[in-house]
């Protein structure tokens, strides 16, 4: 790593500070586990400094918007890179905790040291550190735990903040009506980064954080295949429910960590409510099972519907949905599920499930 780290305060130029020996992060946390952690250090009294990914160039290990929660003893959780910039990130956080100030860093890491911390080439990072206070993760943590989607709009000048909802706006921060229309269409795609409407010559002045809580995946049908989906669906952060009122199927031991409901699929549905953040998955081979959820999911904004079965199946499945007046809706079916990979074991189509899933959200 670049032993000059360039360091930006409010509105000056602070001292220059050396990478420190970074300690080596273990996998990044969920936002979730993140900000369950920040608060409750928050609630032990300690001061908490939050650092964030916001802008990269070249190779970056971390995306914009990743974040490191650090607490003023040095205990940290979540990751900016690949551990290479922690230990100065760290240290920095530690000294916006005692001084309140914001501090915008940047770190360059040369083609050499690149393949050290798992790079193809070299590149650089933007990290704003902030401390932690009630003016804004107050109003931030309670959308958290409300699951109301919020968009955290930075001025990376001096660390003011906005806070930017579907139907609200709060903070300091002035935002014209071009940068609110951004913001929010940011906010509905989940996609962190910087405005574009607030480009200058060089750089950006606005950061976007996006918070819309953890994407859902409902699976209805409690099989092979699905045993292996579930966990694999977890891994890649979505909140994971399986619907299946086959009590013999929806069990803690073929499904352990998981949340099930043995409710039909249709009530299911109902009270889930599919949003745009869920992706809704029907692999049980049985239209009085699958049909009732698509006819609920087709109705949703969901981002993803998909459904287990060949063409011939999917053709009946079709015909059926056409007779129930769904006609229009029906092309939003993914049928056969799943990126076609080739597999034939349930792993490989769990695989292939989740891996079309992640498509379709990234490429809302």
Not at 318 to 327: D, I, Q, S
Request: hydrophobic share 45%; charged share 25%.
């Amino acid at each position: 790593m670049d032993s000059h780290a360039r360091v930006a305060g409010v509105g000056r130029r602070l001292k220059t500070r050396s990478a420190a020996p970074a300690p080596t992060p273990s996998a990044p946390a969920t936002d979730d586990q993140l900000f369950a952690q920040l608060e409750q250090w928050r609630a032990e009294g300690r001061g908490v400094a939050l650092a964030t990914v916001v802008r990269t160039w070249g190779s970056s290990p971390r995306p914009e918007g990743s974040h490191l929660a650090v607490e003023q003893g040095g205990a940290f959780v979540g990751s900016v890179s690949g551990g290479c910039i922690e230990g100065a990130v760290i240290g920095e956080a530690q000294d916006s905790i005692a001084d309140g100030k914001a501090r915008l860093l940047e770190f360059g890491v040369s083609d050499e040291q690149a393949w050290e911390v798992g790079l193809a080439c070299g590149g650089r990072v933007q990290v704003l550190v902030e401390r932690v206070d009630d003016e804004l993760f107050g109003p931030l943590l309670a959308a958290r735990r409300a699951k109301r989607p919020v968009a955290v709009v930075s001025r990376l000048a001096d660390g003011a903040h906005g806070l930017v909802f579907d139907d609200a706006v709060a903070g300091v921060l002035p935002l014209d009506d071009a940068q609110l229309a951004e913001t929010r269409a940011r906010l509905a795609a989940n996609r962190s980064g910087a405005l574009a409407t607030d480009e200058g010559a060089n750089e950006a002045s606005l950061f976007v954080r996006c918070h819309v809580g953890a994407p859902r995946m409902i699976v209805v049908g409690a099989v092979h295949i699905t045993q292996a989906l579930a966990p694999m669906a977890a891994i890649a952060g979505f909140d994971v429910v399986v619907v299946d009122p086959r009590r013999a199927f929806a069990t803690a031991e073929r499904l352990p960590n998981v949340e099930v409901s043995t409710e039909w699929p249709d009530e299911a549905l109902e009270r889930l409510q599919p949003d745009a953040q869920t992706a809704v998955i029907t692999l049980t081979h049985d239209p009085k099972l699958d049909d009732p959820a698509l006819t609920i999911a087709l109705a949703s904004p969901a981002f993803y519907i998909g459904s287990l079965g060949s063409t011939r199946t999917h053709a009946k499945r079709v015909a059926r949905l056409t007779e129930a007046g769904l006609g229009d809706a029906i092309p939003r079916i993914r049928a056969p599920v799943g990126l076609d990979l080739g597999g034939r074991a349930p792993a490989e189509i769990a695989v292939a499930i989740l891996a079309e899933v992640i498509q379709a959200r990234h490429r809302r």
